[in-house]
Structure formats: structure tokens, C-alpha cells
């Protein structure tokens, strides 16, 4: 499919794809971080989601969507930082070029990604660092992100070990810098441009163009996007036109100021008191999220409910999830799936259990990784200004009738 006029078709298709969606509206019963409502609109290849922006598109996946290893692509979430997004890509045409200190410039186009090189595949988390963000209290800065800013999918691509092979890296390259297609409305305003250091480059780094056995989806980053899994998603550079070796670091926007946390054991500062030396987020600690039940949904007193969702980390893998029907004083195993995704994917568990008594009853769900990390508690999260790295034990509240 040519993706022609993009946003165009997005005005025409909204009402269309928004009817008929009614099980993914939340209820709007209020959880601290779980009180929003999914959009009567819709993007096109998209479900309706929750919507913080429609330029640049910001949009976060339901509560619903985490109880399955594998997240839709028409529900998975959406995060630009650029409002001036092309809204044409031509695959026949489409190329990205690899210049700076590589023995020869070269543009490499989709077809010859894709017929030229070795196919890799792998399934792999994608989780902004500011995921959970609106749980951090005092209000730390940026998107007030529920828990829907992840997802989880197989990628497709070919090894960007692969491709920097092709120009031939000089000896003196240090830094990889990646640029999209998108850009800043202000010529004086940063683009998006992220770098990863080329010590840190390994084979599990990919430029993907399938997502979950299907093409990109176009406000996911088609044709072409950067997986790095196991880290959080601000560098996987989404329509990825670009990629630059340098010696020295680039002073950019997007890696000296923004994704940054407290350089100190505890990661954490005060609003009074901000921490000057800081570090960037990089890898994803231990979580999960319970995908259902949400909260307000009413159960039958004495009749099996199954609890279901999503546990991961950075790839050390998932040791246990479990779960807590007391407030955290009693914790029970719940099951796992077999773990065949491999240790960048989510785990998807289960736990049966039947309500014994009428009321409310609040369910929390605590994942423990290989390396013995726990989730802390949500009230024991330390502060940070970025509202990064949030990972505190999710819970949903239930009515037993
Ligand atoms: N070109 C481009 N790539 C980007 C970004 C962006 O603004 N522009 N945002 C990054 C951030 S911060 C996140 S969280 C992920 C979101 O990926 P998604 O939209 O596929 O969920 O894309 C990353 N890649
Ligand atoms: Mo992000």
C-alpha cells in the first residue's frame, strides 16, 4: 500500500473506525494512574486510543491491550516529538543514506534492505521512559502517560551491524547518530536525532520494516525504524531516513537535556533540590501491568476470575510474577507463559482466584526479574524531574457483587 496523503485519509477514516470499538472504552472509574477514556476518534491502521495530542500524534493503548504477549499493531501506542511529519512515504523510492566517516556515502533503499541483506527476527518491548509518568507526585514534566505507553512486538529487519558494514565504518568513528523524516516546525528548534555509542552497537540491534508479520504501521515509524531491545524507546528512530558516524558527540537536544535521570545510587532528587550530574535512562527496569480485570469491573462473589497481564525488564528475563489480593501481605505465584518470545518480550501470566467476599477488592501484580530485582512498592518510587523509569507495583480495583 502506498501511504498517500496520510493525515488526509486520517480526517475521512476517524469516524468510520471509531464505532463498533465500544469494548476498549474505559469505564471511568478512577484509579490514580488509570482514570482516562480512549478517544472517540481514530488514526488510520489505528484503533481508537487514548489521545494527548493529534499533532504530533500521542497515543496511548488501554489498560486491555496487556493481556496478551503480543500487542496489536492497531493498538499499540504512538509517541511523536515533531508535528511536521511527512504524510507520504513512496517504498518503490524510499532510501536512507549512511555518511560521516564511512569510507563511501551510500543510500541503501527498502527493496535492497530487504532482498540484500540477512533477515533477522525478534521479539522485543518497546516502552517509553515516560511511561506511568502521571503516577509521580509532585507532577514531573512531559506527556501525563497512563500505563499504555508500551507495547510489545515480533520485529522484522535486517542488523544495523549489517548496513554500517556495507558504507565501511573508519576507524575513527565513535558515535552513530539516527535522524527520521520528521521535523520541527521552527528551523531554530531541535530535530529528533538520538546516538548510540558504537561499543554498545550488538547484534540484537536491528532497522526493522515488519512489525508483528505486517509492514510498520505508518505512525509507528514506516517504512523503517531502529530496534534496540532491552533499553527504553527514545532512540528507536521511527521512519528512519538517515544514520551519521562521528568521532565526537553531537551536542543534542534530545540526549544532553530530555531522557536524562539523576547520576546517584537512588536515580532520585526533590523539586528543591535537582540533581546537576545526570545520566541517560537506558535500561528498562522490571515491571508488569495487570491488562485485566480494570478497575470498576464488577465480578461475581465466589466464581473464578482470571487475572491476566504483561511482565518484563530489560533482558535479564522474567524470574516470577506475582499476585497480592491483601494489600501487599500475601503473595501468590501466578503463571507464566513459556517464555518462547525470548527474554526482550513481555511474559504474559495468569492467576485464578475466586472472590470470597462482596465489596471491593484491589489485585496488585509484582514481577521479579533473574537478577532479583523486585518492583518497589508505588508509594517507595523515588522522584526524578523526567518522570522516568517508573515501575511501581500496578493495581486495579474490582467490585465483588
Ligand atoms: N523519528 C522519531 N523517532 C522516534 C521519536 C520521534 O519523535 N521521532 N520518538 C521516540 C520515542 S521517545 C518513543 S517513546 C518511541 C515511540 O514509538 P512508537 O510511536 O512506535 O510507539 O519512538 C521513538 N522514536
Ligand atoms: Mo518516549
Request: proline share 5%; aromatic share 10%.
Amino acid at each position: 500500500m502506498e501511504r498517500r496523503d496520510f493525515f488526509k485519509k486520517a480526517i475521512v477514516t476517524a469516524g468510520a473506525v471509531a464505532t463498533g470499538t465500544s469494548t476498549l472504552e474505559a469505564d471511568g472509574t478512577v484509579h490514580p494512574i488509570d482514570n482516562r477514556k480512549v478517544s472517540d476518534v481514530a488514526f488510520p491502521e489505528k484503533r481508537p486510543l487514548i489521545t494527548y495530542s493529534d499533532r504530533p500524534p500521542l497515543l496511548e493503548s488501554p489498560r486491555e491491550v496487556f493481556t496478551s504477549a503480543l500487542t496489536p499493531n492497531d493498538l499499540f501506542f504512538v509517541r511523536w516529538h515533531m508535528p511536521m511529519i511527512p504524510n507520504y512515504i513512496n517504498p518503490n523510492t524510499f532510501s536512507i543514506s549512511i555518511n560521516g566517516l564511512v569510507e563511501e556515502d551510500i543510500h541503501i533503499s527498502l527493496k535492497a534492505l530487504k532482498t540484500e541483506f540477512k533477515q533477522v527476527e525478534l521479539t522485543a518491548v518497546l516502552q517509553c521512559g515516560g511511561n506511568s509518568r502521571t503516577a509521580f507526585k509532585p507532577t514531573a514534566g512531559g506527556i501525563q502517560w497512563g500505563i499504555g505507553a508500551m507495547g510489545c512486538a515480533r520485529w522484522k529487519g535486517v542488523r544495523l551491524k549489517d548496513v554500517l558494514k556495507k558504507a565501511g565504518l573508519k576507524k575513527e568513528a565513535v558515535w552513530i547518530g539516527f535522524n527520521g523524516e520528521d521535523k520541527a516546525v521552527y528551523s531554530e528548534t531541535a530535530n529528533f536525532v538520538r546516538e548510540l555509542k558504537l561499543e554498545d552497537l550488538n547484534d540484537n540491534i536491528i532497522l526493522a520494516y515488519e512489525m508483528n508479520g505486517e509492514d510498520l504501521p505508518y505512525l509507528n515509524g514506516y517504512p523503517l525504524r531502529l530496534i534496540i531491545p532491552g533499553v527504553y524507546s527514545d532512540s528507536w528512530i521511527k521512519m528512519i531516513s538517515n544514520i551519521t558516524a562521528t568521532k565526537e558527540k553531537q551536542q543534542l537536544h534530545f540526549m544532553e537535556k530530555a531522557y536524562r535521570i539523576p547520576d546517584n545510587e537512588c536515580e532520585c532528587e526533590t523539586p528543591e533540590n535537582l540533581v546537576k550530574k545526570t545520566k541517560p535512562i537506558e535500561e528498562m527496569n522490571v515491571n508488569s501491568i495487570i491488562g485485566y480485570p480494570v478497575t470498576g469491573t464488577k465480578v461475581k462473589n465466589d466464581s473464578s476470575l482470571v487475572v491476566r497481564g504483561v511482565a518484563f525488564d530489560g533482558g535479564h528475563g522474567i524470574k516470577k510474577v506475582q499476585i497480592s489480593i491483601d494489600g501487599g501481605q500475601m503473595w501468590v505465584d501466578a503463571l507464566l507463559d513459556d517464555g518462547s518470545e525470548g527474554k526482550f518480550a513481555y511474559r504474559a501470566f495468569t492467576y485464578a482466584f475466586k472472590p470470597k467476599n462482596s465489596g471491593k477488592v484491589t489485585i496488585m501484580c509484582k514481577a521479579t526479574n533473574k537478577k532479583g530485582e523486585e518492583q518497589p512498592f508505588a508509594k517507595d518510587i523515588k522522584w526524578n524531574h523526567g518522570g522516568y523509569k517508573y515501575n511501581g507495583i500496578d493495581e486495579v480495583t474490582v467490585e465483588v457483587v
